[in-house]
């Protein structure tokens, strides 16, 4: 069971014999953020603010094997293999599930972006409301890590989407991705930021870090087309307001914010 992915420290995995059939519960008071259990073999997740004689110790068993977890979203999402989960009226799935055809599917790589992560989750959910509204448009996805947000929009309506990143690897993911949803022939990827490509686009969404959004908010804003909408995530709450700050400045006009976990996201309009 998946009970919390997002975690600002690293955890490790345990993994230990319950004979008692009682474990689920006391793991999750000791604060596991994932726990599976098979038979009698149980597997969790466990904070390092707690250690593996406390835990022991707790579920009254002479020892737990403890060994390195595996963090997704660049270790900023921790869990203990990938699994289905729904994003507003989106389910995404693992690569090889038997899903949907509507479902994303997305293979289990390093690229940022499994949809777990709450930067994700709020833009694909502004991209649900603002693609509701006017579907059939061109959309430009900054930093597409594995592409999962440009694979949204198009599930949403969207005509085509270029997704832009600097990191190699990404675009070798994002292109698999794309590959294995059968949109491949939607999505044009390139390597670069926004001033490595040109022309406007009526939505344009980027999920990066506070500092690489303020410092290119003129090229991105360049980007935007006549009274276009600007998706900004992966912004800590605390410095949301610099965020706002830099692109009011530069024209756009505030429509929403949407925060969850400490994070916010950002939905502007262009104001020509």
């Known amino acids: 069971m998946f009970i919390c992915g997002y975690h600002s420290a690293v955890p490790y995995r345990i993994e230990f ?99 777990l992560h709450p930067t994700t989750a709020l833009s694909i959910e502004a991209l649900v409301d603002i693609l509701q509204r006017d579907p059939d448009v061109n959309v430009l996805d900054v930093g597409t890590g594995s592409g999962v947000l440009a694979l949204a929009a198009l599930r949403l309506g969207a005509r085509e989407v270029v997704a832009i990143d600097i990191d190699e690897d990404a675009l070798r993911v994002a292109a698999e991705n794309a590959r294995l949803n059968a949109l491949d022939d939607r999505v044009r990827l390139a390597h670069g930021g926004p001033d490595s490509i040109s022309g406007t686009f009526p939505v344009v969404v980027a999920n990066i870090l506070a500092a690489p959004l303020i410092e290119m908010a003129p090229a991105l804003v360049r980007r935007v087309g006549h009274h276009g909408f600007l998706v900004l995530s992966g912004i800590p709450e605390s410095v949301i307001g610099n965020v706002d700050r830099a692109y009011r400045h530069i024209g756009m006009r505030h429509v929403e914010t949407r925060a969850r976990g400490g994070w916010v996201a950002l939905v502007l309009q262009a104001s020509w």
Do not use: N
């Not at 073999?41 to 068993?61: F, K, M, N, Q, Y």
């Not at 979203?73 to 507003?88: H, I, K, Y």
């Open 17 to 115: 014999v319950d004979r008692s059939g009682g474990a689920f519960d006391r793991l999750v008071e000791l604060g596991a953020l994932d726990v599976e259990i098979e038979g009698s073999r149980v597997v969790a997740l466990i904070p390092d603010s707690t250690t593996p004689e406390a835990i022991a110790s707790a579920l009254g068993v002479a020892r737990v094997a403890a060994s390195a977890a595996v963090g997704r979203d660049e270790g900023s999402v921790w869990l203990l293999r990938p699994r289905a989960f729904q994003v507003g009226r989106l389910r995404i799935v693992p690569a090889g599930t038997d899903a949907d055809p509507a479902a994303i599917k997305l293979i289990d790589a390093a690229a940022f972006g499994t949809g």
